[in-house]
């Protein structure tokens, strides 16, 4: 059975990420609180976090599309008007 929240370990060796860029991915925003992550006691700031592995994969997977997308069309040259 899968467990629906892992510890930030657990997360970093699934993802194949570190612990730390998972921080730095939480601090910037792409991983979302309540969806992709929580805290195991939600009133201490301090507290350990937990990952919902499925909701980080989708979020990640998203990133990489987007990545692509963005480098498909290497040739097309951009006009610019001049004045």
């Known amino acids: 059975m899968h467990k629906k929240y892992v510890s930030q370990r657990e997360a970093a060796d699934w993802l194949g990420r570190s612990e730390r860029t998972l921080l730095t991915m939480r601090q ?3 991983l979302i ?5 929580i805290r195991k006691i939600p009133q201490n700031p301090n507290s350990h976090v937990l990952y ?3 909701n980080c994969e989708e979020v990640l997977n998203g990133l990489a599309r987007s990545r692509t997308m963005e480098t498909v069309s290497p040739t097309k040259k951009k ?4 004045a």
């Open 33 to 37: 609180e309540g969806s992709c992550w």
């Open 28 to 30: 910037a925003g792409l």
């Open 79 to 82: 006009e610019v008007a001049s």
């Open 52 to 54: 919902n592995l499925e």
